[in-house]
């Protein structure tokens, strides 16, 4: 007797696949030390999309990838993209880099800025070909746009890749987060203005207004409850976010990282905040760097999207590096800091492509532009490593020193 394969089905047979490639190859690979686990899923998910998979076995990947099935990952991608985000929101520590504020602003205002305009002068050269620019995008848009994804800190990456080296809980480690979470406050403000709809501004101002007087009232209720129902009404408090800034038009994921960044991590317990984290990059992140992977094309050929995203990681690394380096000059670092502050800084991984993804939703890139961005994102991640540990195995800085071999086993799925 025949069976239909229900929607149902296909939904679970997606689901396998997006979990058990991208593990099978880091695992039998053994690729964590130049990319690790998250990593491997990213790709995964470029390597599953239609420019890849979809060309090789077109009637396979249309068989499984249908419209319900990505509808609902979809679905999935969104809730978990909005967790990671508002998470990150949560570990951003404002005042810390109060306490150290002209050297965190010294340092984030280089490290932000020099990047940002390298970028900005690669997307104004894009301009003068077709397909990069998308149908709603005006030009400023796009090339600051642009400019600020190769100006992204990955935060959250970045801290599970100082776990990884051991450097999380150093003092080097410690500036390295104010640093990048000044730069995170900075990127999602970007982004805010460029997302502005001045068809919409009286949506945005009553959302923002809004926001401020509820802020209020849920510190206030925030405080008063116990902890274990602070999880509860944090995940309600992230969908009303979200739900506003979208429905002002500026896009869920502002909502969530609002919804955040207005939380103060005491409220919760460090560790269960931190397996939240993990457990949200092992259970449904993949789904989202699927999601992601679905959205890549190679339209206007792929040797140009190459050659585009080769552009843009040149200006994003050597601007950042170049920008640290200044900084390391002003404040008077010792010799070596700001190489390893530099390629750590430079990790873009998922906020980056986060970011593009806000840039496609909203038309202001083409579905090219945004390859052209994971490859950039994919690549810049994937150098950390390499390039860090072996300096910090080299370096004299106290509390610093790596030991190489374990960095590729200190800790599952990273």
């Known amino acids: 007797m025949n069976h239909a394969i229900t929607t149902t089905e296909l939904f679970l047979l997606a689901m396998a696949i997006i979990f058990a490639v991208p593990y099978l190859v880091w695992r039998v690979f053994r690729t964590d030390y130049w990319a690790p686990l998250v990593v491997v899923q990213i790709i995964a998910g470029i390597l599953l999309g239609p420019g890849v998979l979809g060309k090789a076995v077109p009637e396979f990947h249309a068989t499984v990838f249908t419209p319900d099935v990505i509808t609902a990952l979809n679905g999935v991608a969104w809730w978990a993209v909005m967790l990671f985000v508002m998470i990150a929101g949560i570990e951003l520590d404002l005042r810390k880099a109060w306490l150290n504020r002209r050297e965190t602003g010294v340092t984030a205002g280089l490290a932000l800025g ?40 990955a935060l ?102 609002l919804a955040g960044v207005v939380m103060d991590a005491e409220w919760f317990e460090q560790e269960l905040m931190d397996l939240l984290r993990h457990h949200v990059l092992l259970v449904v992140m993949p789904v989202f760097f699927l999601s992601t992977g679905l959205r890549t094309s190679w339209d206007v050929g792929g040797s140009a999207v190459f050659l585009a995203a080769a552009a843009l990681l040149v200006a994003s690394v050597a601007g950042k590096l170049a920008g640290v380096r ?10 070596g800091e700001a190489s390893i502050i530099g390629w750590l800084l430079q990790t873009k991984a998922l906020i980056m492509i986060i970011f593009a993804n806000i840039l496609l939703d909203k038309a202001i890139i083409t579905n090219e532009t945004f390859t052209a961005l994971l490859l950039m994102a994919v690549a810049s991640t994937m150098l950390t490593i390499p390039m860090v540990a072996p300096k910090l195995r080299a370096s004299r800085f106290p509390d610093t020193a790596v030991d190489l071999g374990r960095v590729a086993d200190n800790g599952p799925g990273r």
């Open 114 to 153: 020099v990047p940002l305009a390298f970028g900005a002068i690669v997307a104004a050269g894009m301009l003068g070909f077709d397909g990069w620019i998308g149908p709603e995008g005006h030009r400023w848009q796009f090339v600051v746009g642009v400019g600020m994804a190769c100006a992204v800190t």
């Open 156 to 257: 959250p990456i970045l801290i599970l890749f100082m776990e990884k080296l051991e450097l999380l809980r150093s003092q080097m480690g410690q500036r390295i987060l104010r640093y990048a979470s000044l730069d995170d406050i900075a990127i999602w403000g970007v982004l805010a203005l460029v997302l502005m709809d001045w068809e919409r501004i009286g949506r945005q101002a009553a959302f923002l207004l809004a926001f401020g007087v509820a802020c209020v009232f849920f510190r206030k209720l925030m405080r008063a409850i116990p902890m274990r129902d602070r999880w509860y009404v944090m995940l309600i408090w992230l969908a009303v976010c979200a739900f506003g800034a979208d429905w002002a038009g500026l896009h869920y994921m502002v909502g969530a990282f």
């Open 326 to 335: 200044i900084a390391g000059r002003i404040l008077r670092w010792k010799p």
